[in-house]
């Protein structure tokens, strides 16, 4: 926003409800975030939504967000939903009183899930889930194709969607998963006019499993083999876990293919004590296969308490994990134990934006230093596990937004 962009009286009478409601740092980041383009319309809802009509004085602003509940969950606005409930929060309804709004909204509207005797806050979980996009998804994306890639070892599995002429992002998953797990913040980000490809990983979805070993340069591989499928010389790298290392690794071994960095919860190297960790879950997967695995793994990444309050997405990771390949999955293990994009990282000149959960113990540290070390960005998550685009979205979803917008500003 320039400054030429004209406030008057109207528009800060406006300005001060609509921050007293949404809370100033919500209102904030949508001020900055508009241009001379689309200031006119934040004008226009400033002006006349926030001061024309919440403003008038013959109803109050908690019947305001009482009538706004009812509409926004009628219309099926999830986004907006949240934003309101947080705003009925600041106008003064309590909890019990949002239990009543939505067992009004179930019984007008329809609520999946709900029940006369949920709490209030497991009755607005259990609303999100029915509206939002799952964070977990393994079937086929409304408005996705897969392509069959070939990689240099086998054939490869991308789902792509967006607009062919956006911004490209390229998504990378964790070991044990599959681009299932990016299926929230592919679906936005392809709605906000990016071109988002999700890979999924050799030996993981459905990708093919060459016979090992696998390196770490071999998954960089696969994933520039996905950008030349596709045309694109540059993309966004977006990667959790072992995708975040082969994030690292495309910025070491291909920094000209890359347009900036998002690494989440993921390190650049493989200290001795971290990678023979993984000796045990190799073994075990060799001898018996994946499913002994699957439950400790999402135990280990979540903890049982999210694992128990979140049943269908705790069945969609499951089900997730178990679709890997045994072969795969050694394979990336071994790759995972070799990792030594560390001193390569040091030396990285791409934009570089950082995330980690707060629960995530072995990577809290690690990350924290490399950050310093670069001066780069890091957000650390409170109350989240090792994906924290799957138990926290809201967050991720915001760290990811500025990332890209603070760099489209630069373009």
Same mark, same amino acid.
């Given at each position: 926003m320039?400054?030429?962009?004209?406030? +008057?009286?109207?528009?800060?009478?406006?300005?001060?409800? &609509?921050?007293?409601?949404?809370?100033?740092?919500? /209102?904030?980041?949508?001020?900055?975030?508009?241009?001379?383009?689309?200031?006119?319309?934040?004008?226009? #809802?400033?002006?006349?939504?926030?001061?024309?009509?919440?403003? &008038?004085?013959?109803?109050?602003?908690?019947?305001? *967000?009482?009538?706004?509940?009812? !509409?926004?969950?009628?219309?099926?606005?999830?986004?907006?939903?949240? /934003?309101?409930? $947080?705003? #009925?929060?600041?106008?003064?309804?309590?909890?019990?009183?949002?239990?009543?709004?939505?067992?009004?909204?179930?019984?007008?509207?329809? !609520?999946?899930? *709900?029940?006369? *005797?949920?709490?209030? $806050?497991t009755s607005l979980r259990r609303w999100a889930l029915s509206t939002e996009p799952a964070p977990i998804v393994s079937a086929a994306w409304q408005g996705f194709v897969r392509h069959d890639v070939q990689g240099q070892a086998g054939r490869l599995s991308v789902r792509a969607g967006g607009p062919e002429r956006g911004a490209p992002v390229l998504l990378c998953h964790s070991i044990l998963t599959s681009s299932a797990i990016w299926h929230r913040q592919a679906i936005a980000l392809a709605g906000r006019g990016y071109r988002v490809l999700a890979l999924d990983s050799r030996?993981? +979805?459905h990708s093919e499993a060459p016979r090992g070993p696998y390196t770490m340069d071999d998954l960089v591989a696969d994933a520039i083999a996905a950008l030349n499928h596709f045309g694109i010389r540059q993309a966004h790298v977006i990667g959790v876990s072992q995708g975040g290392m082969t994030a690292f690794g495309l910025g070491v071994r291909h920094p000209d293919r890359l347009l900036s960095l998002c690494a989440i919860a993921a390190r650049a190297d493989a200290p001795p004590p971290f990678a023979t960790?993984?000796?045990?879950?190799? #073994?075990?997967?060799?001898? $018996?296969?994946?499913?002994?695995?699957?439950?400790?793994? =999402?135990?280990?990444?979540?903890?049982?308490a999210f694992l128990a309050a979140h049943p269908t997405i705790t069945a969609a990771l499951l089900n997730c994990i178990n679709e890997t390949d045994p072969e795969g999955f050694i394979g990336c293990a071994r790759a995972i134990q070799d990792l030594a994009y560390l001193d390569g990282v040091k030396?990285?000149?791409?934009?570089?934006?950082?995330?980690? +959960?707060?629960? @995530?113990?072995?990577?809290?540290?690690?990350?924290?230093?490399? #950050?310093?070390?670069?001066?780069?960005?890091?957000?650390?998550?409170?109350?989240?596990?090792?994906?924290?685009? /799957?138990?926290?979205?809201?967050?991720? @979803? =915001? /760290?990811?937004?500025?990332?890209?917008?603070e760099l489209a500003r630069f373009a």
């Open positions: 320039t400054d030429a962009n004209p406030r +008057g009286e109207k528009f800060e009478r406006g300005l001060k409800t &609509r921050r007293t409601v949404l809370g100033d740092a919500y /209102v904030e980041r949508s001020l900055k975030a508009a241009d001379d383009f689309n200031w006119p319309i934040q004008k226009l #809802a400033t002006e006349y939504c926030w001061d024309e009509i919440w403003n &008038r004085p013959d109803l109050d602003k908690r019947g305001r *967000s009482l009538l706004n509940l009812g !509409m926004i969950a009628a219309l099926n606005r999830p986004h907006e939903l949240k /934003v309101h409930i $947080r705003g #009925a929060l600041n106008n003064g309804l309590s909890k019990t009183e949002l239990r009543e709004v939505f067992l009004q909204i179930a019984v007008y509207c329809g !609520m999946p899930g *709900s029940t006369a *005797s949920a709490s209030p $806050r030996g993981h +979805g960790a993984w000796d045990d879950r190799i #073994a075990l997967v060799r001898d $018996r296969g994946i499913a002994p695995l699957a439950a400790p793994t =999402a135990e280990r990444w979540f903890g049982s030396t990285m000149r791409l934009p570089l934006t950082m995330i980690v +959960g707060a629960r @995530d113990q072995l990577l809290v540290q690690p990350m924290t230093e490399l #950050a310093a070390m670069l001066s780069c960005r890091l957000t650390i998550i409170p109350g989240a596990g090792h994906l924290p685009q /799957v138990d926290h979205p809201d967050e991720v @979803d =915001a /760290v990811i937004d500025g990332h890209l917008r």
